[in-house]
């Protein structure tokens, strides 16, 4: 074996570079910003035909409507409330799931800021066909218990639509009068 002569010069000048690197600099580290996507540009409210607003984030691939939301008694002052709507695929599509998890929450509020939640959690699919409008009472993940008889008004509510695992967004719908004991 024999041993290279390291030149001086050489060997500085690489310290120095590798000073360059391992001292940090006095000027801010540039970072991008997250990058988020944006919001949809046709969730806009529309007036539903019953009374008041819905806004439907995919909308260049399904259009939803409210026929109406529903109460049904289960006691003397509460009931469930079910929401019926009629559904028209844009997209090549034969199915949709309505409903929620942790990430989709599902809740009403009525006029007195009461939040009722769900029968359960979850997705309920739906079949549907493209082109025609589907009348859809939303069964159990749509169905909201223990709402006050006397909330005559949903201040909110919202569910969640989902086509695909890509394509999926929350309903909103505003200041719906509530049919208490009148089947959909």
């Known amino acids: 074996m024999c041993a290279t002569p390291i030149q001086a010069q050489g060997f500085g000048s690489i ?13 801010p580290a540039k970072t991008e910003a997250p990058q988020t996507k944006p919001a949809a540009s046709n969730a806009a409210e529309e007036p539903i035909a019953t ?6 984030p995919l909308k260049d691939k399904v259009d939803v409507q409210l026929v109406g939301a529903y109460g049904k008694s289960t006691s ?10 009629k559904v028209k695929m844009i ?9 929620g998890n942790s990430n989709w929450p599902v809740m009403l509020i009525d ?16 079949s549907v066909s493209e082109g025609i409008y589907m009348k859809i009472i939303l069964k159990d993940s749509s169905t909201f ?9 949903i201040q909110k509510a919202q569910i969640a639509l989902s ?22």
């Open 15 to 27: 310290l120095k570079k590798a000073k360059k690197v391992l001292t940090p600099s006095s000027e």
């Open 51 to 56: 009374g008041g607003t819905l806004i439907n």
């Open 76 to 85: 003397e002052n509460y009931g469930e409330v079910s929401l019926v709507l």
């Open 91 to 99: 997209a090549n599509k034969n199915e949709i799931s309505i409903g």
């Open 111 to 126: 006029e007195e800021g009461n939040v009722s939640e769900p029968r359960y959690l979850g997705w309920t699919p739906y």
């Open 145 to 153: 218990t223990n709402v006050k008889k006397s909330a005559k008004i």
């Open 163 to 184: 086509l695909s695992y890509d394509e999926k967004g929350l309903l909103i719908m505003k200041n719906v009068p509530i049919q208490w004991d009148v089947q959909p």
